[in-house]
Structures are given as structure tokens and as C-alpha cells.
């Protein structure tokens, strides 16, 4: 291979190409810094998702991704997002739609055998329910979990903490109980001090200021002590009977000291390998 990655395609006539085929199953289209997403109609998501996988000129064969946002404010609250790629084109798009907590998407399981487990992340983690998905359970979080934890409502304590119970002999869930109330923070940098006493602080004795040197007075040391230390550190000798130096290899026990980094070293061609492969190979050997 020549390019260590290809480049993905450009998004020139992709949207229009969509807009074509989709028709009425489109509700939105638009390109934002560098990628398409459609939003379409929930209803008709897997006659959309065929549209996509089977015309020519967007292709897009593989399911990546499953996604889930939260907007509380909305109506519609959650969006489910869909991430696809043209493996012929090269080529990623994003596919979204708009639901709550009743009303159910269509599962994609039947176009992509991969959507049963990333519908399932979705519904443990936001709630969201998919119809035609033959095994909607709980798959990130433990046993007995209640709620959605990457609701925006969603209390970052939990509800519930387990535990083992001796008395039981089993895991046991106990509502959260906080071993302190929360506190409030002014996040003021220490470096500046607080303006106010802590608690506690008022029974210390009160620190005695510190004597420094006033600005532009004169050294505490002499100019002979200044010489005289300069002069010593000066005549000062190692305490090493021979210094350690890394001229050569053999000094360190490393391999070459250019691996790989000069230019006769380096492949004319990016598919052939390097001059010193074979060496290497046989030094591992």
C-alpha cells in the first residue's frame, strides 16, 4: 500500500443524491464541518436505511455505530443516531431520528445483524425502546439497575448502591446514602489565599511575618566569598574513576544508533521494504 490510509471521498453531490432517492423519508439535510447528516422520518427508518445500503452512488453497507443524545427541553427529547459507511465509496454518513420515551424506533437488525447489540447500549443508557429487536435487555449496566444513566435527569449518585451482605450472604441494593452533605466551593486559587477563616483556623496562632530583603539592598555575601566559591566549584573534579560516557553502542548494549533514520536507510518504494530487513530479521532470529 502505498498511502498509509486512504483518503475518505468528498461530499460533493451526496446530499442531492440522497434528497433523490429518499424523497418524503427526508426531513433535514445538511453539511457541517465536513460531514453529512440526514435526519429522517422514524417511522420509515429501515425503507430509508435499504435506500442507503442499496443504491448506487451511496452504498453504505456497514453499520458503525449506534448513538444516543439526551435534549430534555424537546418534545421529542432523544435522538438516535446512526453511523454508516460506504466501504465501496469510502465514504461515512450520519443518520439520525427523533423520538421519547413512547413512542419506539424500528430496529435495523435486519439489514445489520451488528444493530441487536448497539440497540441494546441505547436502551440501557437512554431508554429508548426499539421495535422488531428479539432481545431488548440491559447490557452495560449490573443486574436489578434502575433508571438511565446518560439521561440528562439522571442523578449522578444513582439511586440505588449495592453491597455484600453478610446477614443475607448476598449482593444486596440499599438506596444511596451520602456519607456527607455536599459542599459549596468558591474554586479560588490557593496561591491567592482565602479571604475568609476555616473552620478551626481562628485556634492557630497567627503566623509572624516574614523578614525578607528589602528591594535593592545589598547581598548578605561578600564579593571574596562570591569569588572564593566560584573558584572551588571551578577546581571541583568528578569522585569517579572513569566518566561515563556513550560514544559507541557498545558503551549503552543498544542496537544501531540510527535505526531506520538516514536516507540510505529508507525504501525508494513505500512496497518495498527497507535495506536492512533481512538483517533485522535475522539479528531477532
Request: net charge negative.
Amino acid at each position: 500500500m502505498r498511502a498509509p490510509a486512504p483518503r475518505y471521498a468528498a461530499n460533493d453531490g451526496v446530499i442531492d443524491t440522497a434528497k433523490a432517492v429518499l424523497g418524503d423519508l427526508l426531513v433535514e439535510a445538511q453539511d457541517l464541518v465536513g460531514e453529512v447528516s440526514l435526519t429522517v422520518d422514524r417511522d420509515r427508518l429501515v425503507m430509508a436505511m435499504e435506500l442507503l445500503r442499496e443504491t448506487p452512488g451511496l452504498k453504505y453497507e456497514m453499520l458503525a455505530e449506534i448513538a444516543g443524545v439526551d435534549y430534555p427541553e424537546r418534545p421529542e427529547r432523544f435522538d438516535v443516531v446512526y453511523h454508516l459507511l460506504s466501504m465501496t465509496r469510502n465514504h461515512r454518513i450520519r443518520i439520525r431520528v427523533t423520538t421519547d420515551e413512547d413512542h419506539p424506533v424500528p430496529s435495523v437488525t435486519a439489514i445489520w445483524y451488528n444493530a441487536g447489540w448497539l440497540e441494546r447500549e441505547v436502551y440501557d443508557m437512554y431508554g429508548v425502546l426499539f421495535t422488531g429487536n428479539a432481545d431488548l435487555r440491559r447490557i452495560l449496566t449490573d443486574y436489578g439497575f434502575r433508571g438511565h444513566p446518560l439521561r440528562k435527569d439522571f442523578p449522578l449518585t444513582g439511586y440505588v448502591e449495592m453491597r455484600y451482605s453478610e446477614e443475607a450472604k448476598r449482593v444486596v441494593y440499599e438506596p444511596v446514602q451520602l456519607a456527607q452533605d455536599f459542599r459549596t466551593f468558591d474554586f479560588m486559587s490557593p496561591w491567592e489565599g482565602a479571604e475568609y477563616v476555616l473552620p478551626g483556623d481562628e485556634k492557630a496562632a497567627a503566623p509572624k511575618p516574614a523578614v525578607g530583603q528589602a528591594p535593592g539592598a545589598q547581598s548578605p555575601a561578600t564579593a571574596d566569598q562570591v569569588k572564593r566559591a566560584d573558584e572551588r566549584a571551578k577546581d571541583a573534579t568528578p569522585q569517579v574513576d572513569k566518566p561515563k560516557v556513550t560514544e559507541s553502542v557498545a558503551d549503552t548494549g543498544a542496537g544501531k544508533p540510527h535505526p531506520g533514520n538516514r536516507p540510505d536507510s529508507k525504501p525508494v518504494d513505500p512496497d518495498v521494504p527497507s535495506p536492512d530487513a533481512a538483517t533485522s530479521s535475522a539479528e531477532n532470529k
